[in-house]
């Protein structure tokens, strides 16, 4: 599945397909929002939670590894190599 094809899936079987299929890579916290970043197949994906009533508010897919810039100060490769 690409990116484009994903975006293109309800948000709840991206959720799904990201709990079957996903590799979880970081996890970044604000003051309303997390924001967990999953290896999926051929493309990454944001997953955005609202931790006030614990729900999934969005969920973007990317393939462009420019995008990976914001995460690589807590971003570890170990065990995906």
Same mark, same amino acid.
């Given at each position: 599945?690409? /990116?484009?094809?994903?975006? !293109?899936?309800?948000?709840?079987? =991206?959720? =799904?397909?990201? $709990?079957?299929?996903g ?6 916290? !604000?003051?309303?929002y997390?924001?967990?970043?999953? /290896?999926?197949?051929?493309? *990454? /994906?944001? &997953? ?6 614990? $729900?999934? &508010? ?7 590894? =420019?995008?990976? +810039? /914001? *995460?690589?100060? +807590?971003?570890?490769?170990? !065990?995906?190599l």
């Open positions: 599945m690409t /990116a484009e094809e994903f975006t !293109g899936l309800p948000l709840t079987t =991206q959720s =799904q397909y990201i $709990s079957e299929k590799k979880f890579l970081l996890c970044r916290k !604000g003051f309303r997390t924001c967990n970043l999953f /290896a999926i197949e051929h493309f *990454f /994906a944001e &997953v955005w939670y609202n931790m006030e009533n614990d $729900s999934i &508010v969005d969920i973007i897919p990317f393939d462009d590894p =420019q995008r990976l +810039d /914001a *995460f690589l100060d +807590d971003l570890s490769l170990e !065990g995906l």
